[in-house]
């Protein structure tokens, strides 16, 4: 199993140590603060249609608005695989639960291959406010996670009748059949999310 050990921690934990040292420098202005708004009222599961005329194949999303970062089951969220089957109605396997840790933690290496990505740690670091050893730890964490851990979390937090399903694909290929599947009314939006007046 690749593990967090992996090539690149050595540069991640040189420019960390720069960074410590710019923090003794005098302060030249305020720090800008951000409050993120809070997730919109839940509505009953709808599909949003992001219409990409021609494309051969279509994209999507599903989820509910998550938990803050710093909620006690992140990585049990993390690990969960699906919806409908994961809340309870059918076991999660060994097996599921082995590759879906698995693929979690294979992604460390790439995360710090180039100066780039590990620009991106450090920021996800000092914005979210995590540890400094956080990335050492991830696949610890990650692997204690367990069947039932997984289970309480998508019963705690996944609400099956209010999904919002997000896909991009060409409408006219597509639409009709999404109209078929009953789960939902449709919404189209443009590129940028808007609402597509006079749908």
Request: aromatic fraction near 8%.
């Amino acid at each position: 199993m690749i593990t967090a050990e992996a090539p690149g921690r050595g540069a991640f934990r040189h420019r960390l140590r720069r960074l410590r040292a710019l923090a003794a420098w005098p302060a030249g202005g305020t720090k800008p603060g951000f409050s993120y708004p809070p997730p919109s009222e839940r509505q009953k599961t709808t599909i949003y249609l992001v219409d990409k005329p021609g494309a051969a194949q279509s994209t999507f999303a599903i989820g509910n608005p998550g938990p803050a970062r710093s909620t006690p089951g992140y990585f049990a969220l993390e690990v969960m695989k699906e919806l409908r089957g994961i809340a309870g109605s059918r076991p999660v396997t060994d097996e599921e639960l082995a590759t879906a840790k698995d693929s979690l933690v294979q992604r460390l290496p790439g995360m710090f291959g180039s100066v780039a990505g590990i620009n991106r740690s450090l920021s996800t670091l000092w914005s979210l406010g995590l540890p400094d050893d956080y990335f050492q730890q991830y696949a610890k964490a990650v692997a204690a996670v367990t069947k039932d851990d997984v289970v309480r979390v998508a019963r705690r937090y996944i609400r099956l009748d209010q999904l919002a399903i997000v896909i991009v694909g060409d409408r006219t290929a597509i639409e009709g059949p999404l109209k078929a599947t009953g789960v939902g009314p449709i919404v189209l939006l443009d590129i940028e999310g808007n609402p597509v007046v006079g749908q």
